[in-house]
C-alpha cells in the first residue's frame, strides 16, 4: 500500500501478496477495506495496546526506534499538528511517523468538520428547534436530533413512508421532534421501560403546554411508545422482545404489525441515533429481509460491545467482503480505541488540557496495583470524572481503595513513582498515535456495514452529519430500496437557513452512494 511507513511497530512486516484480497480486482469500497486492514496488520500492536499497561509492558521501548526522540520532545501542540495534518510549530517528525499518519488519515472516511469556523463546543441552545422541543435535552443532542429529524423527513418525502420507528429511543427527544415537530407518525422503541415511561411523562408535558398556547407549528400527535427488546434473528413483524429489566414496563403488542409493514399496513421509516453495539447491525439485518421498511438512518455507537464470533449474524463482520480479507479481525481494543472522540482530544492538546495527566494517572496506578497484587490487572476503576484535578497521592488513594488495596501499604512518594509522573509527555504522545489509528478503524466498520447493504443491491451512503467537534460518532449511514439523490439533495422547500446550510455542509463530502 503506498504510503505505509517502513520499520512498524511490528517485528515482522507482512507482504502486500500476504494481505491481498482474494479474487478479481474489487470496487472503491473493497479496496479501502483492503488497505485499512494492511495498515492496522502493520501496527496492530500499537492498536491492541492498553495505555494503563505503559509502564507495565514497557509500551513506549515498543515504539519504531527512529519515532522515540521526536515524540519524546514534542509538545502538546505539536502533537494535535500531526493529528491534524500539520506538524505543528518547530516540529520534525521522522519520515515514517509521517507516513503512518498520512496513511491514517487518508484511509478515514471525511468526518465533515471545516476546521476552524467549527465551534469547539455546541451553543447553549439550538435555535432552530421549538423551545417546547428543547425541554429536557442537552445541547449536544438538541444538535443531533434537529440534523438527523430534517434528513429523515427528507427520507419521509423521497419515499412516501410518513410513519418512523425510532429504536433504542430512550427519553424520546428524537422522536417527539419528529411526531410534534415533523407531523410524522412515530413509534418509539426503547429495551428499558423505565425510559420508555419517562419519555410518555414529557409528552404529556408538552401536550399540556400546547394546550395552554397552542404553539406553532408543532402538532398534537405524540408518538407511540413500545417497552421492548430487538430480536435481531425474529421476523420483522415479530421483532420485539420483553423490555429490560423484566417488569420494568408492560410489553405492548408489536405495532408494526406483520411483513406488509405497521399495524395499519404502511412501510416504514427505522432510525437509531447511537444504537449501541450490536442494534446497529441487526437493524441492518431487519431492513435487508423486511420489505416493509423502506430506508433506514442509523448512527451507531458503542463499537466494543459488538458480536465477533461466528455466529449468525454477527455484529462484526457484518458482509461477506470483508469476511473474506485475511486480518479482517478486530480486538476488543480496537473496537475501543475507534470510539474515541479525536476532535476533542485535539482541542484537549492544543488548550493544554489538565485532563491530559489522567491517562499517566491511571498507567502508574495500574503499575501500583499489580506490583502489589499481581493477580489483579486492568480493573475497571473509575476514580471520578474529576480525578485529573486530584493530586497524584489523592487519585492514587481513591483508586487503590476501589481496587480493594490498603493504600497505606503501597508507597506513593517514592522515587520510582516520581519518575514514572515524570514521564506523562511519553504517556500523552503514545495515546496521540492510537488517537490516529481510530477514524480508520472506525471506517472499517462502517465499510463493513456499507458493503452488506451493497452486497444485496441497496442504496446506500455515509453522511458527516453532526460537527465532530461535540459528536464524535457523526456518520450517519443511509439504506433505502430507491436512489437516494432526493433525500440527500438539498431541502429547499423550507427556505435557507443557517441551520439548513449547516446541514448542506455536514453532508458533504459522502462515501458510497449508489450510482443511478
Given at each position: ?375 489483579k490487572r486492568h480493573l475497571g476503576l473509575q476514580p471520578g470524572r474529576r ?130
Open positions: 500500500m503506498p504510503g505505509v511507513p517502513a520499520g512498524p511497530v511490528t517485528s515482522r512486516v507482512p507482504g502486500r501478496a500476504a494481505m491481498a484480497a482474494p479474487g478479481p480486482p474489487q470496487g472503491p469500497e473493497q479496496r479501502r477495506a483492503a488497505d485499512i486492514i494492511r495498515l492496522l496488520t502493520l501496527y496492530r500492536p500499537l492498536l491492541d495496546a492498553f495505555v494503563i499497561d505503559f509502564f507495565t509492558e514497557d509500551l513506549w521501548a515498543q515504539l519504531p526506534a527512529a519515532w522515540q526522540p521526536a515524540l519524546a520532545s514534542a509538545t502538546p501542540v505539536q502533537l494535535a499538528g500531526l493529528l491534524g495534518g500539520s506538524g505543528g510549530p518547530g516540529a520534525a517528525w521522522p519520515l515514517s511517523l509521517l507516513a503512518f499518519a498520512a496513511a491514517a488519515r487518508a484511509l478515514a472516511f471525511p468526518r465533515g468538520c471545516p476546521c476552524p469556523p467549527c465551534p469547539p463546543c455546541p451553543p447553549c441552545q439550538s435555535s432552530g428547534l421549538h423551545p417546547l422541543l428543547r425541554r429536557h435535552v442537552k445541547p449536544k443532542k438538541q444538535h443531533e436530533i434537529q440534523r438527523l429529524g430534517k434528513l429523515l423527513r427528507r427520507l419521509s418525502r423521497a419515499t412516501g413512508c410518513q410513519r418512523v420507528v425510532d429504536v433504542g429511543a430512550g427519553q424520546g427527544h428524537l422522536s417527539r421532534l419528529l411526531a410534534f415537530g415533523l407531523g410524522l407518525g412515530v413509534t418509539a422503541v426503547e429495551s428499558d421501560g423505565r425510559l420508555v415511561g419517562l419519555a410518555e411523562r414529557f409528552d404529556r408535558e408538552l401536550l399540556r403546554e400546547l394546550g395552554k398556547a397552542r404553539a406553532r407549528p408543532l402538532t398534537p400527535r405524540a408518538p407511540q411508545h413500545v417497552a421492548g427488546r430487538l430480536d435481531p434473528a425474529a421476523p420483522w413483524g415479530e421483532f420485539l422482545l420483553p423490555p429490560d429489566p423484566p417488569g420494568a414496563g408492560p410489553a405492548a403488542r408489536n405495532p408494526l404489525g406483520g411483513p406488509g409493514g405497521s399495524e395499519d399496513g404502511e412501510r416504514v421509516l427505522v432510525t437509531g441515533l447511537h444504537a449501541c453495539g450490536d442494534l446497529s447491525p441487526a437493524l441492518l439485518c431487519h431492513f435487508a429481509r423486511s420489505p416493509a421498511v423502506a430506508a433506514v438512518a442509523l448512527v451507531g455507537c458503542c463499537y466494543m460491545k459488538l458480536s465477533t464470533a461466528p455466529q449468525q449474524p454477527p455484529g462484526y463482520p457484518l458482509s461477506a467482503s470483508v469476511a473474506a480479507l485475511p486480518g479482517h479481525q478486530l480486538s476488543y481494543r480496537a473496537r475501543e480505541v475507534a470510539c474515541h472522540a479525536l476532535e476533542e482530544y485535539q482541542g484537549r492538546l492544543r488548550g493544554g488540557s489538565a485532563q491530559l495527566r489522567a491517562h499517566c494517572y491511571r498507567a502508574v496506578l495500574e503499575s501500583l496495583i499489580r506490583a502489589a497484587e499481581p493477580a480525578a485529573h484535578t486530584l493530586s497524584f497521592p489523592q487519585y492514587a488513594q481513591l483508586g487503590l481503595s476501589l481496587a480493594g488495596l490498603d493504600p497505606a501499604g503501597v508507597p506513593l512518594d517514592s522515587g520510582a513513582v516520581g519518575a514514572m509522573l515524570e514521564q506523562q509527555h511519553k504517556v500523552v504522545a503514545f495515546c496521540t498515535l492510537g488517537q490516529l489509528l481510530a477514524p480508520a478503524v472506525e471506517t472499517l466498520i462502517l465499510l463493513d456495514r456499507l458493503l452488506y447493504l451493497r452486497e444485496q443491491g441497496f442504496h446506500c451512503a455515509l453522511v458527516p452529519l453532526f460537527n465532530p467537534r461535540f459528536s464524535p460518532r457523526n456518520l450517519v449511514l443511509v439504506a433505502a430500496r430507491t436512489p437516494l439523490d432526493t433525500a440527500l439533495a438539498k431541502d429547499t422547500e423550507d427556505g435557507h437557513s443557517s441551520e439548513d446550510e449547516e446541514l448542506e455542509e455536514a453532508e458533504s463530502p459522502r462515501e458510497g452512494q449508489n450510482p443511478q
